[in-house]
């Protein structure tokens, strides 16, 4: 009886453990999320706008001040392709991994981990404007845009065929 009442008590401890460890841990949308999970997330970062739901660009999207933000999602079941965010009219942010102002921005909307991911990314290539890193968790499209500076977070798992995408519309001029 006493060793029952002890795993019990061990059993309630680690699952209250693990309630309040889901319970803190912040929500980040990201790649390969649903879309409601990032439209739920958008709402609780004020330096993001309210996401709306755009069907030429089949994605979300909105402009908060100098910066606008989207999520392209799948028609089938609304899932997260990649993610950007493009910061207008500021010289002094760069998406680059070397940038802190690019990198601080990253650690305010996501998370240090993100921020940390994209700032220590291994630089695959360029293609045209675009310049692709592959970091441990995502990979990271930057590029100067006018007027501005752009990143697009896609899962690492696609960088290849981005990359590829991306030659693709150079040589046939295609709008991406």
């Known amino acids: ?51 709306r739901y755009n069907s030429e660009a089949h994605g979300y999207e909105g402009t908060k001040g ?8 799948t028609s089938k079941n609304g899932t997260v392709t990649k993610e950007g965010i493009t910061v207008s009219g500021d010289k002094r942010l760069k998406f680059t991994t070397k ?38 968790k995502f990979a990271y499209i930057a590029a100067e845009v006018q007027g501005g500076s752009s990143l697009q977070i896609i899962p690492s798992n696609k960088l290849q065929e981005f990359i590829d995408n991306a030659k693709f519309c150079q040589t046939n001029q295609c709008d991406v």
């Not at 680690?14 to 460890?21: E, F, K, P």
């Not at 909307?109 to 310049?131: E, L, P, W």
């Open 66 to 73: 100098n910066l606008y933000f989207y999520a392209d999602v």
């Open 99 to 136: 940038n802190a102002n690019a990198v601080k921005l990253l650690q305010n909307i996501y998370n240090s981990n993100i921020a940390n991911d994209f700032q220590k990314s291994r630089y695959i290539t360029k293609v045209g404007r675009d310049q692709f890193y592959r970091g441990q």
């Open 1 to 51: 009886m006493y060793k029952s009442y002890k795993f019990n008590r061990l059993l309630h401890g680690t699952l209250s453990a693990i309630a309040v460890i889901l319970a803190v841990t912040p929500v980040n949308a990201l790649p390969e999320q649903n879309i409601s999970s990032v439209v739920k997330w958008a709402k609780t970062k004020p330096q993001l706008p309210t996401l």
